[in-house]
């Protein structure tokens, strides 16, 4: 019998959601309910083939330079997934996650997973939307990192994060020091710009909220 933890990753989880009840308690029972520290690794190249769900809490997914530096992929919500991609190929894949917090996690894995496709076609179909999706934003990324001006780039994200919300006072979905690994600069780097879009009056920020003050000049800025 499922847990009710098992029973929320299920439902949190969008190529889940339109499952019938019954069906959900299925999935449900198949998944595997874990408790995971700040700072521990709950995916990496060489771990067991399984989609990880995210429940609660937040983890960091990114990749490992030749050099070793990391680059932030994304941030993980609760609902959020990843391996997906491990769950059809023997290839290794180079991403791994940190929680960043006390967070709770639930895992299924390959076979499992792979015959749930055969049971529920539908959600095949919804794995290639979330997939797409998940490909637009790694390209909107790489799109990013391709702009010279390290200013330039903070206020591309943020008009972007004001397109997707619809209102001109946004919230960074992540803290600053991973913005900056996602963005490809440091810390100090992004606080010293961001200072300076607030002193041309553009921007006006309280930790991680920010309000947009003029958007045309902004726009107009890069």
């Known amino acids: 019998m499922a847990t009710v933890e098992q029973h929320i990753c299920a439902e949190l989880v969008p190529i ?6 019954d069906s959900l308690l299925k999935v449900s029972a198949l998944t595997h309910h874990e408790k995971v520290a700040k700072g521990q690794q709950v995916i990496s190249p060489t771990a067991q083939k399984r989609l990880v769900i995210l429940a609660s809490g937040s983890v960091k997914v990114y990749q490992l330079s ?6 932030l992929l994304r941030i993980m919500e609760p ?4 391996g997906e991609k491990l769950l059809f190929t023997n290839q290794e894949e180079q991403v791994y996650g940190e929680a960043l917090q006390d967070s709770v996690i639930c ?4 076979a499992p997973f792979q015959e749930l496709l055969l049971t529920y076609p539908e959600i095949s ?3 290639l939307e979330v997939t ?6 790694l390209e909107q990324q790489a799109n990013l990192m391709n702009i010279e001006s390290v200013e330039s780039r903070i206020v591309t994200y943020l008009l972007a994060l004001v397109k997707v919300s619809e209102t001109l006072t946004v919230k960074i979905p992540m803290k600053l020091k991973e913005l900056a690994t996602y963005i490809g600069t440091t810390p100090e780097t ?6 300076q879009l607030e002193q041309r009056q553009l921007i006006k920020r309280e930790g991680r909220q920010v309000e947009i003050l003029d958007y045309e000049r902004l726009e107009d800025f890069y």
């Open 125 to 127: 179909l919804k794995l």
């Open 190 to 195: 992004l606080s010293r710009q961001l200072k």
């Open 16 to 21: 889940f959601s339109h499952l019938d009840h």
């Open 132 to 137: 797409a999706n998940k490909m637009i934003k």
């Open 79 to 82: 609902g959020d997934f990843e």
């Open 66 to 71: 030749a050099a070793g530096k990391e680059q």
């Open 107 to 110: 895992t299924l894995p390959r």
